[in-house]
């Protein structure tokens, strides 16, 4: 066996939405290992470029950002097709970017649905769909961002728990739909980061006392298990693997 089997080196990965927070740590993590990296944005041009800059600084012409709204569904072929004449492959897709926020029932609109349906279901299917191609020459993978509430709805966020739970069904649908060549596969985080608009105390305090280990984890956490995923998971296809701190242990 060659020492370099598992090596990521001269791969490329696409990870949306990765200008900030666990998209971010995980092109950082990616990049450290060997890969190219695009990283996709929305709105967010300025982190998105500043992390660009980060990792070309550290191996030269590593890193690439592309834009585009993945809720525009008549965009994304021309999101692959900038991705793939980078470096003319494709190697590993994340499906990381998400819209995450309430809706409580009584007062959910049509917007708010396709918002949370568009980022976290429609857009992740129509991008794995028109990025298969370049995958099947690459023999490569998809690894989707589900969540733990696709399986254990969050209160006052149900459009959000069922987009994830479509998600988390996505992964299985694909692998079946795209195997043998392209290995799909799903990570739920659990407490990893603490949501952008912000949670009280007691509500941390309640979600850290139902998981096992009763602290939060690392965003490392999700970026080591998508670059074991991608680099060392060569007979894992249509899983969901829970990094919750054994949050799925209890009631």
């Not at 585009?68 to 965009?75: F, K, P, W």
């Not at 995450?100 to 769909?129: C, H, R």
């Not at 299985?172 to 009280?200: D, H, T």
């Amino acid at each position: 066996m060659s020492c370099n089997d598992n090596s990521l080196d001269g791969k490329v990965a696409l990870i949306t939405g990765s200008a900030k927070r666990l998209g971010a740590h995980t092109a950082r993590a990616l990049h450290a290992a060997g890969m190219d990296v695009i990283i996709h944005y929305r709105r967010s041009r300025e982190p998105a470029q500043a992390l660009v800059d980060e990792l070309n600084a550290c191996r030269l012409d590593s890193a690439f950002a592309v834009a585009g709204d993945l809720a525009e569904i008549a965009g994304i072929p021309n999101i692959v097709a900038k991705a793939a004449a980078w470096r003319k492959r494709l190697d590993l897709l994340v499906n990381n970017a998400s819209s995450f926020y309430p809706t409580p029932i009584g007062g959910v609109d049509e917007a708010q649905w396709d918002d949370l349906m568009g980022s976290n279901l429609k857009g992740p299917f129509f991008l794995s769909q028109a990025i298969a191609p370049w995958l099947k020459e690459t023999r490569g993978n998809i690894v989707n961002m589900v969540d733990i509430h696709g399986l254990r709805p969050l209160e006052e966020h149900p459009v959000y728990s069922m987009a994830k739970a479509g998600n988390a069904m996505m992964v299985k649908a694909l692998a079946r739909e795209l195997g043998p060549e392209i290995r799909v596969n799903g990570i739920a985080p659990g407490a990893i980061l603490w949501p952008a608009q912000g949670l009280n105390d007691a509500t941390r305090r309640e979600i850290l006392n139902r998981t096992a280990l009763k602290t939060t984890g690392s965003p490392d956490d999700i970026a080591r298990t998508i670059l074991f995923l991608a680099r060392d998971a060569g007979y894992i296809t249509g899983q969901v693997i829970n990094v919750d701190g054994g949050r799925t242990t209890h009631q």
